[in-house]
Each structure stands twice: as C-alpha cells, then as structure tokens.
Nanobody, 122 residues
Framework: QVQLVESGGGLVQPGGSLRLSCVAS????????MTWYRQAPGKERELVAA??????????NYADSVRGRFSISRDDSKNTVYLQMNGLKPEDTAVYYC?????????????WGQGTQVTVSS
C-alpha cells in the first residue's frame, strides 16, 4: 500500500522556521521525483519546491516566492523528503502536500500525502 505521510506543520510566528518531513512507503522512493505543494484557503494548489532523483543529480527548483528561504532535500536511505522553511511569512500559511511522481514505460505514477497545516501568525 502506497503511503506518503507528512509531519512537522504547526503554528509559527513570522520570521520563524519549520521543517516538514514526508515519509514514503509502498513504492521505490529513490526512483521518484518528489515535490512539495501548498494550497491556501480560496487559492489553487501551487508548487513550492521539487527535487529530482539522485540518479540525475538531485536537482532542485523552487517557486519564486520561496526561493532563498526554503530548501528541499531527500534521504533515499530513509525514504524521506524534507522541506526546511526559514523566514516564514503570513502568506506562507497553507496546507502543504507531499507528492511523488515518476514515469515508467510511458505511464505516470503519481502519489499524494494527506497534507500538513502550516500557519504563520503573530
């Protein structure tokens, strides 16, 4: 059974930090591109940060709104992807979702976690 379980969300003051974790099971984690998305109330889900497989260098990319403040990393030995969030702003408030995606023989395999709430408020 495929599972992606996020943790680490919570309430933090502006300027604070949080580290989100997403533990995967039920699929070959190292073969999947991992992405963090977020969705704020009344807004569409948006990509926050992504990391490719280590086979192709573990390349990262970020939304402009978080570049320089957030950092994505992965530990294939622990089947875990992380999102380190520093300098948090109220506009970072959202539910954060972990996604794993890969294409095998032309077919997309795409998995989602249940989300973790991040609230930035004084």
């Amino acid at each position: 059974q495929v599972q992606l379980v996020e943790s680490g969300g919570g309430l933090v003051q502006p300027g604070g930090s949080l580290r989100l974790s997403c533990v995967a099971s039920g699929f070959t984690f190292r073969d999947y591109r991992m992405t963090w998305y977020r969705q704020a109330p009344g807004k569409e889900r948006e990509l926050v940060a992504a990391i490719s497989t280590n086979t192709i260098g573990g390349r990262t990319n970020y939304a402009d709104s978080v570049r320089g403040r957030f950092s994505i990393s992965r530990d294939d030995s622990k089947n875990t992807v992380y999102l380190q969030m520093n300098g948090l702003k109220p506009e970072d408030t959202a539910v954060y979702y972990c996604n794993g995606a890969a294409i095998f023989t032309g077919n997309l395999r795409d998995y989602w976690g249940q989300g973790t709430q991040v609230t930035v408020s004084s």
